[in-house]
């Protein structure tokens, strides 16, 4: 029954590609369609999303990017189907089978998405007071963040009996306002660094960079899907979500992260500035005081427990962080030394 279901729902949105359904089968808002041409992936989308997903999909294509899975038209050239008040588009469905470890697909995924960024980069006019203004808003917000910070330690501190939340944070707070200093001195370097300049690099951002959207053709061939989310923005977009969510487990020193971003600079190499700027967000220990926050004002319905849980999960996501931070920041550093160091030998030549 459920089948038929599925049947009678797909086949007046697959008519419009001329296809005859014999068998539907549902992955949350994809569906597997097997036709009387061939395998095909439905996938749903809200409509407000429609305009501006086939917009950038097309600009990335006609820039040369075709590691994207297509999209096919349908027989008078439209490539969505409103129906229902969803939106639907076809794609071909993918065999994505594990032909690599995850340390390759993740590589593969950022060297793509370094080419994507690259082929859809552009200057964009950025106005001085805006950008002041951007800067100062932060400033003032990390600001707040570090009396929050100063305010509730002292509030433990002073308590005779500690609740096991306000101990467990007495113990982190050390590491969140290290994190929170150092963050801050970066965010105060690239405004040094960019407060005259009138233009920012922009591209087109995936919107949702996971191994979960990169899939793979039978040739091994790897290919961005799910670009719903896609927009002109910073890199930086793109890349601190996925680092986020990659090191958000168990405590680790996660070596393979350092080395994906770098595979990604490699293909896209950031600017000085651009690099300050993400140092200064990735190392930002927002989770962590927004649960404490929470907390303190008693908005959290966790209970006593499971609120030490999850202060407990973004402290080692805050360490994890801390360590790919740490090591970013000696490669970086070491590069200019060397770069100082070529520049003073190339001086002394020019002299002799």
């Avoid at 400033?139 to 306000?166: A, T």
């Amino acid at each position: 029954m459920e089948e038929k279901n599925r049947l009678r729902k797909a086949s007046p949105i697959l008519k419009h590609y001329s296809l005859e359904p014999h068998f539907v089968e549902e992955f949350g808002r994809v569906q597997k369609i097997y036709s009387n041409k061939g395998v095909f992936a439905l996938k749903k989308i809200k409509p407000q999303h429609g305009a501006d997903f086939i917009r950038h999909v097309q600009a990335l294509y006609q820039k040369g990017y075709n590691r994207i899975v297509p999209i096919y038209p349908t027989g008078d050239g439209r490539y969505a189907v409103l129906y229902q008040n969803e939106l639907f588009y076809l794609m071909p469905w993918l065999a994505n089978e594990e032909k690599e470890d995850r340390f390759e697909r993740h590589q593969q995924m950022l060297r793509e998405l370094a080419r994507l960024h690259t082929l859809s980069a552009r200057e964009v006019p950025i106005k001085k007071e805006d950008r002041t203004e951007h800067y100062e808003r932060t400033l003032q917000e990390w600001e707040k963040e570090k009396e929050f910070l100063d305010g509730f330690i002292e509030s433990c501190e002073r308590k005779e009996y500690m609740s096991p939340f306000e101990l467990l944070f007495s113990l982190y707070y050390h590491d969140v306002s290290q994190a929170l200093k150092y963050s801050t001195n970066k965010l105060k370097d690239w405004y040094e660094k960019t407060k005259d300049s009138d233009k920012a690099r922009t591209v087109i951002i995936h919107g949702k960079v996971s191994t979960e959207h990169f899939l793979y053709d039978d040739r091994g061939y790897g290919y961005f899907m799910n670009f719903e989310n896609a927009r002109q923005g910073s890199p930086l977009h793109d890349l601190l979500p996925f680092l986020s969510r990659t090191l958000k487990s168990f405590p680790k020193r996660s070596d393979e992260s350092v080395d994906w971003l770098y595979t990604y600079l490699k293909f896209f190499p950031f600017k000085e500035d651009e690099m300050l700027l993400f140092q200064s967000y990735f190392a930002h220990p927002g989770s962590i005081i927004r649960a404490a926050e929470q907390y303190h004002k008693g908005e959290q319905k966790r209970g006593e427990r499971k609120a030490v849980q999850h202060l407990q999960r973004q402290y080692w996501l805050l360490k994890n962080t801390e360590y790919v931070a740490m090591r970013i920041d000696e490669i970086e550093r070491q590069k200019q030394e060397a770069k100082a160091a070529a520049e003073a030998q190339q001086q002394e030549g020019a002299q002799s």
